[in-house]
C-alpha cells in the first residue's frame, strides 16, 4: 500500500512537471522600409495596416512568422500647398519571404525618373510648368513659383536625353525661362537623383539658368539583410493641368 501511494504521487509530480513546460514562442518577423526619396511614401502590407514613412525615415512593420511571406504596395508624388499631385506617382509592388528576424527594403528611383526643385530668384512668377515638353510623357503643372527667392519641391518626372523644362512668365505669357538637359543641367544619371533649377533673371539682365544637383545614395546596414526596390512611375499619372 505504501509503495502505491508512492508510485502515484511520483506519477502525479512527472504529469504536473509536464504540464507546466514553457513553451518558447519565436517574436514577430521585423519588416522594415526607408524612404530614400524626396517625399513621403504612403505604403500598406497586406493584412497589417498602412503607415506613411517620411522622407530619410523608416517604418516597421511586425509579421507573422506562420505567414512564410508578406505583400506590400507603396506609391508617393509631389504635391502642392493645397494637395494637389504634381508630376508623375511613383508606385512599388512586391512579395518578400520571411527568414531570419528581419529584412530592410529601400524604396527607390533609377535614372529614368527625377525629383524636380525649383528655386525663382527673378523678376517673374512663373507659371505654369512644363516637364519634357514636346515630348510624348509631357507634363503640364498648374502651379505657380513665385520669384520670392524660396525653394519649391514638384514632383517626378521622367529623365531624357533631351528633357526640356519651361515655365512661362506669369505676367507676360508670351515669354519663358527654360532648360535643357545637356545645356542648362546635366542628370548624373543616378538612383534618387534631384534637380534644383534656379531662374535669376531680373529686368534689363540676361537671364541666368544655374542648377544643383542631389543624389541620395543606399548605404546598407552591414548587419543586416536588405533588399532596394525601384519604384515605377504609375500608368497615365502624369499632372496636365
Known amino acids: 500500500m505504501r509503495y502505491s501511494l508512492l508510485f502515484a504521487l511520483c506519477l502525479l509530480a512527472a504529469l504536473t512537471l509536464a504540464s507546466c513546460q514553457i ?6 518577423f521585423s519588416a522594415r522600409f526607408q524612404n530614400m526619396l524626396y517625399t513621403d511614401i504612403h505604403i500598406s502590407v497586406d493584412g497589417y ?3 506613411v514613412i517620411a522622407p530619410g525615415e523608416t517604418v516597421t512593420f511586425s509579421i ?3 505567414d512564410g511571406s ?3 504596395q507603396a506609391y508617393t508624388y509631389g504635391k502642392d500647398a493645397s494637395g494637389r499631385q504634381i508630376g508623375l506617382t511613383v508606385d512599388w509592388n512586391r512579395s518578400c519571404n520571411i527568414s531570419g528576424n528581419s529584412y530592410t527594403v529601400y524604396l527607390i528611383t533609377l535614372e529614368d525618373l527625377f ?3 525649383m528655386r525663382n530668384a527673378g523678376y517673374h512668377d512663373l507659371h505654369p ?10 507634363t503640364t503643372d498648374d502651379i505657380t513659383i513665385p520669384g520670392n527667392n524660396v525653394l519649391y519641391n514638384t514632383g517626378y518626372y521622367f529623365a531624357h536625353g533631351s528633357t526640356r523644362i519651361q515655365a512661362t512668365w506669369q505676367d507676360k505669357p ?5 532648360w535643357v538637359q545637356g545645356q542648362h543641367f546635366y542628370f548624373p544619371w543616378s538612383q534618387n537623383q534631384s534637380i534644383t533649377l534656379i531662374n535669376d533673371f531680373k529686368k534689363g539682365a540676361e537671364p541666368q539658368q544655374n542648377y544643383e544637383v542631389q543624389t541620395n545614395p543606399v548605404k546598407p546596414r552591414s ?7 525601384a519604384g515605377v512611375a504609375r500608368s497615365g499619372s502624369a499632372t496636365n493641368n
Open 23 to 28: 513553451s518558447m514562442v519565436e517574436p514577430p
Open 49 to 51: 495596416g498602412s503607415r
Open 64 to 66: 507573422n512568422r506562420a
Open 70 to 72: 508578406y505583400r506590400y
Open 115 to 117: 525629383f524636380l526643385k
Open 129 to 138: 510648368l512644363y516637364v519634357n515638353l514636346g515630348m510624348s510623357d509631357q
Open 174 to 178: 508670351t515669354d519663358y525661362t527654360y
Open 223 to 229: 548587419d543586416e539583410p536588405f533588399g532596394i526596390d
